[in-house]
């Protein structure tokens, strides 16, 4: 936590020098796709051109009120509007924290508001017929996002898709995968992004089991056929 507290408050301070933009840039740009929107999809047809599979995430997590969700809902409309312009086949990866609530909130329906926003986007990516990978911030919530996916993929939301991070402490993992291949939602198995995150395995210390529970589960959803 101390940690993430110092790398907070270090990207705060840099964003308020001047022309941090231009300095930061040449790092940032190894794994943001543009700048903006329009550079973004600049990027994005070059690599569509050569083939690549394309993923699309739109910087802004953590949002704190219903203006800001409104913003993010604006730009994913204005991304899909254009996939469907260009034809370009992609998908879109979305976090709850995006629309300024949490797994648990949404379960609960405590941020109508902002949930309705986040429906809107899934409701026109379906229409689209675009896959939208919903993105397991915190390991904490993980069981949360085990009931809330299942359900709006009840609801006629079958573009949907999860993603399991392998790094999460579970002394139960095996029950855990087998609880969601019972919904043959597509699966994204990813080794843990969220490394500083509550409750998840070291990468320096517990490699091992992170690559266990990574094999297990990408191994268990294949021989079930699921994507």
């Not at 086949?89 to 949490?102: C, D, E, I, R, W």
């Not at 009931?147 to 949907?160: C, H, I, K, M, Q």
């Not at 992004?193 to 992170?210: C, K, M, Q, V």
Request: net charge positive.
């Amino acid at each position: 936590m101390k940690k993430n507290k110092i790398l907070s408050v270090a990207a705060n301070v840099a964003a308020l020098m001047p022309g941090w933009e231009w300095w930061a840039w040449p790092i940032a740009k190894n794994f943001i796709g543009g700048r903006n929107l329009q550079e973004a999809q600049k990027n994005a047809l070059r690599l569509s051109e050569k083939g690549y599979p394309l993923i699309f995430n739109y910087a802004s997590e953590h949002v704190k009120d219903f203006w800001q969700a409104s913003e993010t809902r604006l730009a994913y409309a204005e991304l899909l509007n254009w996939l469907k312009c260009r034809k370009i086949s992609a998908s879109l990866s979305l976090k709850f924290s995006q629309f300024g609530f949490t797994a648990k909130e949404i379960f609960h329906n405590s941020k109508p508001a902002e949930i309705a926003l986040f429906l809107d986007i899934l409701h026109r990516a379906r229409d689209g017929n675009i896959r939208v990978w919903i993105d397991a911030e915190h390991l904490s919530d993980r069981l949360h996002y085990a009931y809330v996916l299942p359900a709006l993929w009840r609801r006629g939301f079958e573009n949907l898709g999860r993603v399991i991070q392998a790094n999460a402490r579970d002394a139960n993992w095996e029950n855990f995968i087998k609880n969601c291949a019972l919904v043959p939602m597509p699966v994204r198995v990813c080794k843990g992004a969220y490394r500083n995150d509550y409750g998840s395995l070291s990468f320096e210390t517990e490699y091992p089991e992170i690559l266990r529970q990574y094999n297990y589960a990408l191994n268990f959803f294949l021989n079930r056929g699921i994507e």
